[in-house]
């Protein structure tokens, strides 16, 4: 699996804006919806119901949203560095300015989970991070994310 398999120049968001997790969720959700073809207020809540479950914030200002969808055929991403750091409620208590949310097919089982690590990996990589804070320019970002991706492979 690729991160090109994930995210396209399309779904990534250079600025994002918003004032807290919620809101952040929310707009993800607007996003996702207009890629899926599936409810926004769905996806919403399956990102919500994950939250509850525990953060996704994973430490270094990094979240990764992520919930498993009916009616998705493959996995989808969306990458946003936000405008701002926002409280996330991560495991590190720091807030949160890089995203990646997840989608994927209820029964994608292996690939959920092979997409998660690679994520993770990406966005555990404290260089990478730093460029990707680096720039607010959308075509740049993703260009880092699968240069990033391809040398963390």
């Known amino acids: 699996m690729e991160i090109t398999d994930l995210i396209t120049p399309l779904s990534v968001v250079a600025q994002l ?29 399956i990102l919500m119901e994950r939250e509850r479950l525990g953060s996704t914030g994973i430490g270094m200002g990094v979240g990764i949203p992520h919930g498993k969808l009916p009616g998705l055929t493959k996995l989808y991403g969306i990458f946003a560095r936000l405008e701002r750091p926002i409280p996330f409620e991560a495991i590190d208590d720091r807030p949160v300015d890089l995203i990646f949310l997840l989608l994927a097919p209820e029964d994608a089982g292996a690939d959920h989970l092979k997409a998660l690590a690679l994520v993770s990996r990406l966005l555990r990589d404290r260089a990478a991070c730093e460029k990707l804070r680096g720039t607010d320019n959308a075509e740049a970002l993703f260009a880092l994310l699968t240069d990033a991706a391809t040398h963390a492979a």
């Open 17 to 45: 804006r918003a004032a807290n997790k919620k809101t952040a969720l929310q707009e993800l959700a607007k996003r996702a919806a207009g890629m899926t073809g599936l409810p926004e207020r769905t996806i919403y809540e």
